[in-house]
């Protein structure tokens, strides 16, 4: 597991909010008509645990206020619900399909869990869409922080061609897929929102490497919004 060699506990995260963490609205040259807030239904929020005892220099401040509305095109909706969904590895608890069935509790019940190591689920939207938003909930019991989170989009169900990388927060590239500039994050109730930018694709694909609790990677719910291709 990997860990930053600087342990200051959670106090040090009370350094003010990075502008990184407050998502932009996409498209920018459309029409401010042509806009409207994706509807992000939140679970309910953990209260309690075990304070982190974690820090290092790639570790955004814990933001507590309410993300801002994320601005997209007219029409776009979480195309990701009920999809179906691949992994690199069988779950150990869990299946795969809870990752899009819409529940995003932090419960175990939720909570699908995949073996240590750098591990991948993959949601399959049946077709091409163009894509302004994924959020991802880990798991949101208690505060973790899950490594080498990478997220990427392609039309190649083998992500051998054609692949954009809309998240990178591997800062050392030890999941071998390239350094990142995007910071880790602290898991919340509110899920990481990611700017997908309006990149095509039909296949989102994200990793992750273990987090502060432990070496398996853990999913509640990937969300994807976006509208599908005309042509």
């Known amino acids: 597991?990997?860990?930053s060699a600087v342990w200051f506990g959670a106090f040090a995260l009370t350094v003010a909010v990075m502008m990184t963490l407050i998502p932009r609205a996409v498209g920018e040259d459309a029409a401010e008509g042509d806009l409207?807030?994706?509807?992000?239904?939140?679970?309910?929020?953990?209260?309690?645990?075990?304070?982190?005892?974690?820090?290092?220099?790639n570790l955004e401040p814990q933001d507590f206020r309410d993300r801002p509305p994320f601005m997209a095109p007219k029409g776009a909706v979480n195309a990701a619900l009920g999809k179906?969904?691949?992994?690199?590895?069988?779950?150990?608890?869990?299946?795969?399909?809870?990752?899009?069935?819409?529940?995003?509790?932090?419960?175990?019940?939720?909570?699908?869990?995949?073996?240590?190591?750098?591990?991948?689920?993959?949601?399959?939207?049946?077709?091409?869409?163009d894509i302004y938003a994924?959020?991802?909930?880990?798991?949101?019991?208690?505060?973790r922080v899950?490594?080498?989170?990478?997220?990427?989009?392609?039309?190649?169900?083998?992500?051998?061609?054609?692949?954009?990388?809309?998240?990178?927060?591997d800062h050392d590239n030890s999941s071998g897929l390239g350094v990142g500039e995007d910071k880790e994050y602290i898991?919340?109730?509110?899920?990481r929102l990611i700017d997908a930018n309006g990149?095509?694709?039909?296949?989102?694909?994200?990793?992750?490497?273990?987090?502060?609790?432990?070496?398996f990677n853990h999913y509640v719910e990937i969300e994807v919004y976006g509208i599908p291709k005309t042509s």
């Open 134 to 143: 994924i959020l991802v909930w880990h798991f949101h019991e208690g505060n």
């Open 187 to 191: 898991e919340s109730y509110k899920g």
């Open 199 to 215: 990149v095509s694709g039909r296949y989102v694909r994200l990793y992750s490497n273990g987090n502060t609790a432990d070496d």
């Open 146 to 169: 899950y490594f080498d989170i990478v997220a990427q989009v392609s039309n190649d169900p083998e992500f051998n061609e054609e692949v954009e990388t809309v998240y990178n927060n």
């Open 36 to 57: 409207a807030a994706i509807e992000i239904e939140l679970p309910e929020p953990f209260f309690g645990g075990t304070p982190l005892d974690y820090w290092g220099p």
């Open 1 to 3: 597991m990997k860990r």
């Open 84 to 129: 179906t969904v691949a992994g690199s590895a069988p779950p150990v608890h869990g299946e795969l399909k809870q990752i899009t069935d819409g529940d995003k509790h932090y419960a175990r019940t939720s909570l699908v869990e995949i073996p240590a190591g750098v591990q991948w689920v993959q949601v399959d939207l049946e077709k091409e869409h």
